[in-house]
């Protein structure tokens, strides 16, 4: 997995948007639903709720990508969602940074499956950002940012390769957890399918 070496390369202010893969999945998953659907109302005009739902499912979720923004200045972080106000922190008040991957984390109940979570000292709340829609090369620059304009900040391994621009740590943690959201999901199914047999021969 190549390198991605950020130091040096950027500057500030320095604004970061959703990756164009985050639109490309989306449009991969609904796309085709919404070409099916155009066709099944050429043949038969009572099938158009079909294209118009998946066309607002489309438009909403590229609507809610595109609302992802991270703006580094001299002095702060900030952080822009569909869903939230502006969240930011203050580079010289942050003192640790650590990537958590998973469906729990500790920091945060309502989190992203891949979530780089900042720490300001002297504060309760945090700031959590989703890592999913942004490339390899932005989230590498947003904690190189923070290592330079707050050097004493801590930092876990995860994160610490992250600056490195490496990120092989990273995907075989996630494909862990992976595998255990999998493993998780098949029990569940196994258990609803034992109940609803167990109902239907009583």
């Known amino acids: 997995m190549t390198l991605q070496k950020v130091k040096g390369t950027y500057t500030l202010p320095h604004v970061i ?27 038969n005009s009572s099938a ?7 066309l607002i499912f489309l438009v909403a979720f590229l609507a809610w990508i595109n609302s992802f923004k991270i703006i580094l200045s001299d002095d702060k972080i900030i952080y822009k969602t569909l869903f939230s106000k502006n969240k930011e922190a203050i580079f010289s008040k942050i003192n640790n940074m650590e990537i958590n991957i998973g469906l729990k984390h500790k920091a945060n109940a309502k989190s992203a499956f891949y979530q780089l979570d900042i720490y300001e000292r002297g504060s309760i709340e945090l700031l959590s950002i989703n890592m999913k829609p942004f490339s390899k090369r932005d989230l590498a620059i947003i904690v190189d940012t923070i290592a330079i304009k707050a050097p004493s900040a801590k930092m876990d391994e995860l994160t ?16 862990r957890k992976s595998w255990q959201v999998l493993l998780i ?18």
Request: aromatic share 16%; hydrophobic share 60%; proline share 3%.
């Open 17 to 43: 948007k959703a990756d164009w893969t985050a639109y490309l999945i989306f449009s991969i998953f609904f796309g085709p639903i919404v070409i099916l659907g155009i066709f099944a109302t050429l043949k």
């Open 48 to 54: 158009w709720p079909v294209s118009f739902v998946a």
């Open 160 to 175: 610490y390769q992250l600056k490195e621009g490496d990120f092989k740590l990273i995907v075989s943690e996630g494909i």
């Open 185 to 202: 999901i098949a029990v569940m199914s196994l258990s609803i399918a034992i109940f609803h047999a167990l109902v239907a021969n009583g």
